[in-house]
């Protein structure tokens, strides 16, 4: 398997369009010059090339496995890999220097996060659900969870899961039986738990010495619904008020499921309390469980998403080496030359620029959307929050949806760049895509994604935030249109047409969900509307990223290959991906008739 790179220059460019310099510019991120930034990203790619990468493949291969002891082993190498990323110092970046973290800005740890999970996606979900659980603990945990906690899951001593999946309760969590029943013996606010949790992905593992479940579960005097669902942290080992650790907790692992992919990630079947009950404590109010855990959600939603940016990216490196190298057919352009590398076919040529368009756009939307969460905490002005906040929140499943769509997509154009090679295992393309499918599932599967950007964006704020967007992204266009008209690939002024439809299709197909809201019509429309919504506005970035390069180019700024590249690529965006939001928008706009009129028996 071909190695792996961090794409460093891109990253920094991706992070300059999400704002960086704005974002270093306020007090809380002082700390965060681009010299550092750039230094952090240099040695985050060589942890991840160097440390990470080479157990990608070993993961997949040897997988995890529960004891007869009842231990969860996995695969070789991953218990100290983990050892040394926490020695780095890796897992503080993004974090409150209070509890021990390095104060940088979110959208620098995703940049980060990126290498980690283009490295080795099934290794580092874990590290990404105790960035979750860090988040949920910090908004609404006690006086005493934070103090105990957060600094053990900050610098990656202990880790965290989330646990809300159940046999009969996925999508629906109104459906959850897990209960807590209040336990006055063992003090205030603690409670025994009992139920089983399934696809608790690293549920258990011997990286870290105590694990925090996050698990939500009913208390006795719930209502029925969502609305009598609390939350509750439930460590392995219990813990003393002075952080050591005492006896173990009653919870275990059943069994691990065996998965199309990330096997080098333990994914879990849990019981808890089947002894006495497994003792844990509440976050938050009673009751109000979901919206804390929701904290912790829209966290691994929007990492979620960057898994589908770093598998992307993975399986566009993997694919360009083998173009380059694989010789069939001839050139073309130029048939006297003799068999000729597939990079020279335009069909072949179409594929690799398929992977890299979308990887871009996904990276920038990415990045973009977590900036926007560090404006929403850390500018001083309010309403700046309050649209930052309001971005952020409409951008969420479209981050988790499109982006692990572009994984998933890039992965599988990958597999086709290799022929039959691809199919086989040896190759590691065929890794990639196996790896990228779970994305699309879990943290809310796509398209409840796609349902809640419909219904709790687009139709709660009667598409406030959507017309906020679309008024940005039209600047945008007017901007474009004030220059010259294109003469050559490197004028940026041909993209005002492509970007301008792409925006068309977008407002048309909101208007028409805003206009026609019984549910059946929103619900018909939500997946082909997201669609679109991540096409227009990856395409959107993408124009943004090129008009960027081009000043870059003309002030004689960065290195001229890598603006030219870029300009390039958003014009192969403009030119064959954007048109395809037309399709998406018609689909979003057909009605519900044909979809819903067929007979359940004539299936
Ligand atoms: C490898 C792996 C790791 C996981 N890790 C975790 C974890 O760490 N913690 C955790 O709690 N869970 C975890 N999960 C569970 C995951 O979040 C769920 O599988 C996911 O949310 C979907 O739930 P489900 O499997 O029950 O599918 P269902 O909810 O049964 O959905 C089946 C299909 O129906 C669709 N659907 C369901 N309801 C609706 C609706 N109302 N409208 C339209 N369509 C609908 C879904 O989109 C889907 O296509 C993991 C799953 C996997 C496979």
């Given at each position: 398997?071909?190695?792996?790179?961090?794409?460093?220059?891109?990253?920094?460019?991706?992070?300059?369009?999400?704002?960086l310099?704005?974002l270093?510019?306020?007090?809380?991120?002082?700390?965060?010059?681009?010299?550092?930034?750039?230094?952090?990203?240099?040695?985050?790619?060589?942890?991840g090339?160097?440390?990470?990468?080479?157990?990608?493949?070993?993961?997949?291969?040897?997988?995890?496995?529960?004891?007869?002891?009842?231990?969860?082993?996995?695969?070789?190498?991953?218990?100290?890999?983990?050892g040394?990323?926490?020695?780095?110092?890796?897992?503080?970046?993004?974090?409150?220097?209070?509890?021990?973290?390095?104060?940088?800005?979110?959208?620098?740890?995703?940049?980060?996060?990126?290498?980690?999970?283009?490295?080795?996606?099934?290794?580092?979900?874990?590290?990404?659900?105790?960035?979750?659980?860090?988040?949920?603990?910090?908004?609404?945990?006690?006086?005493?969870?934070?103090r105990?906690?957060?600094?053990?899951?900050?610098?990656?001593?202990?880790?965290?899961?989330?646990?809300?999946?159940?046999?009969?309760?996925?999508?629906?969590?109104?459906?959850?039986?897990?209960?807590?029943?209040?336990?006055?013996?063992?003090?205030?606010?603690?409670?025994?738990l009992?139920?089983?949790?399934?696809?608790?992905?690293?549920?258990?593992?011997?990286?870290?010495?105590?694990?925090?479940?996050?698990?939500?579960?009913?208390?006795?005097?719930?209502?029925?619904?969502?609305?009598?669902?609390?939350?509750?942290?439930?460590?392995?080992?219990?813990?003393?008020?002075?952080?050591?650790?005492?006896?173990?907790n009653d919870?275990?692992?059943?069994?691990?499921?065996?998965?199309?992919g990330?096997?080098g990630?333990?994914?879990?079947?849990?019981a808890?309390?089947?002894?006495?009950?497994?003792?844990?404590?509440?976050?938050?109010?009673?009751?109000k469980?979901?919206?804390?855990?929701?904290t912790?959600?829209?966290?691994?939603?929007?990492?979620?998403?960057?898994?589908?940016?770093?598998?992307?990216?993975?399986?566009?490196?993997?694919?360009?080496?083998?173009?380059k190298?694989?010789?069939?057919?001839?050139?073309?352009?130029?048939?006297?030359a003799?068999?000729?590398?597939?990079?020279?076919?335009?069909?072949?040529?179409?594929?690799?620029?398929?992977?890299?368009?979308k990887?871009?756009?996904?990276?920038?939307?990415?990045?973009?959307?977590?900036?926007?969460?560090?404006?929403?905490?850390?500018?001083?002005?309010?309403?700046?929050?309050?649209?930052?906040?309001?971005r952020?929140?409409?951008?969420?499943?479209?981050?988790?949806?499109?982006?692990?769509?572009?994984?998933?997509?890039?992965?599988?154009?990958?597999?086709?760049?290799?022929?039959?090679?691809?199919?086989?295992?040896?190759?590691?393309?065929?890794?990639?895509?196996?790896?990228?499918?779970?994305?699309?599932?879990?943290?809310?599967?796509n398209?409840?994604?796609?349902?809640?950007?419909?219904?709790?964006?687009?139709?709660?704020?009667?598409?406030?935030?959507?017309?906020?967007?679309?008024?940005?992204?039209?600047a945008?266009?007017?901007?474009?249109?004030?220059?010259?008209?294109?003469?050559?690939?490197?004028?940026?002024?041909?993209?005002?047409?492509?970007?301008?439809?792409?925006?068309d299709?977008?407002?048309?197909?909101?208007?028409?969900?805003?206009?026609?809201?019984?549910?059946?019509?929103?619900?018909?429309?939500?997946?082909?509307?997201?669609?679109?919504?991540?096409?227009?506005?990856?395409?959107?970035?993408?124009?943004?990223?090129?008009?960027?390069?081009?000043?870059?180019?003309?002030?004689?700024?960065?290195?001229?290959?890598?603006?030219?590249?870029?300009?390039?690529?958003?014009?192969?965006?403009?030119?064959?991906?954007?048109?395809?939001t037309?399709?998406?928008?018609?689909?979003?706009?057909?009605?519900?008739?044909?979809?819903?009129?067929?007979?359940?028996?004539?299936?």
């Open positions: 398997m071909s190695a792996y790179v961090a794409p460093v220059e891109d990253m920094l460019f991706a992070l300059d369009l999400a704002g310099a704005d270093v510019a306020l007090p809380r991120f002082a700390e965060a010059s681009p010299d550092l930034v750039s230094a952090i990203l240099e040695e985050a790619g060589k942890f090339a160097g440390v990470l990468a080479p157990l990608n493949e070993i993961g997949d291969r040897q997988g995890c496995a529960l004891e007869p002891d009842g231990t969860v082993r996995l695969p070789e190498g991953s218990v100290e890999a983990y040394q990323f926490v020695e780095a110092g890796w897992p503080s970046l993004p974090f409150d220097p209070a509890l021990g973290g390095q104060g940088l800005p979110a959208v620098v740890g995703v940049a980060v996060g990126e290498i980690w999970q283009a490295a080795n996606l099934a290794w580092a979900i874990g590290p990404l659900l105790t960035t979750g659980a860090i988040e949920a603990l910090s908004a609404h945990g006690t006086v005493d969870q934070r105990v906690y957060l600094p053990r899951l900050v610098s990656g001593e202990w880790t965290g899961t989330m646990n809300l999946t159940e046999p009969q309760a996925g999508s629906d969590l109104a459906q959850l039986r897990c209960k807590a029943e209040p336990a006055p013996d063992l003090g205030e606010d603690v409670y025994r009992f139920g089983q949790k399934i696809f608790i992905s690293h549920g258990d593992h011997e990286m870290a010495e105590n694990i925090c479940h996050l698990v939500l579960a009913r208390l006795p005097d719930a209502p029925p619904g969502v609305k009598g669902i609390s939350l509750f942290l439930v460590p392995k080992v219990l813990v003393n008020d002075d952080g050591s650790l005492g006896a173990r919870l275990k692992v059943v069994s691990l499921e065996h998965k199309l990330i096997h990630s333990p994914t879990a079947v849990m808890y309390g089947d002894t006495h009950g497994a003792v844990g404590t509440l976050i938050g109010q009673p009751h469980g979901l919206a804390c855990m929701f912790m959600m829209n966290n691994a939603r929007l990492n979620v998403g960057l898994q589908g940016v770093g598998v992307a990216e993975r399986a566009l490196q993997h694919a360009v080496t083998y173009a190298e694989r010789l069939q057919g001839v050139d073309v352009t130029d048939p006297q003799g068999k000729a590398p597939i990079i020279h076919h335009p069909d072949v040529r179409r594929m690799l620029m398929t992977m890299r368009a990887t871009q756009a996904a990276r920038l939307l990415t990045y973009y959307a977590v900036a926007q969460l560090d404006l929403s905490h850390a500018h001083p002005d309010e309403a700046v929050r309050a649209a930052a906040h309001a952020m929140d409409l951008l969420t499943p479209v981050v988790k949806g499109w982006c692990t769509d572009v994984g998933f997509e890039v992965s599988d154009v990958g597999v086709q760049v290799f022929g039959g090679t691809g199919y086989i295992e040896e190759t590691g393309a065929a890794q990639f895509l196996r790896d990228a499918r779970v994305c699309r599932i879990y943290e809310g599967t398209g409840i994604q796609a349902i809640d950007l419909v219904g709790r964006k687009l139709l709660h704020d009667k598409g406030a935030a959507v017309k906020a967007l679309i008024a940005d992204m039209r945008t266009v007017m901007e474009l249109e004030k220059g010259t008209p294109a003469k050559s690939p490197l004028d940026v002024a041909a993209l005002a047409v492509p970007l301008d439809a792409a925006v299709d977008l407002q048309a197909a909101s208007t028409w969900i805003l206009e026609h809201a019984t549910p059946l019509d929103a619900q018909g429309a939500c997946t082909p509307y997201a669609h679109l919504f991540g096409i227009a506005t990856g395409g959107w970035l993408m124009v943004q990223a090129a008009v960027e390069a081009r000043r870059r180019l003309d002030a004689g700024e960065g290195d001229p290959a890598f603006m030219t590249a870029k300009i390039i690529t958003a014009r192969f965006m403009a030119d064959a991906i954007l048109p395809f037309r399709a998406h928008r018609a689909a979003a706009m057909a009605g519900p008739d044909s979809l819903m009129a067929l007979e359940e028996t004539c299936f």
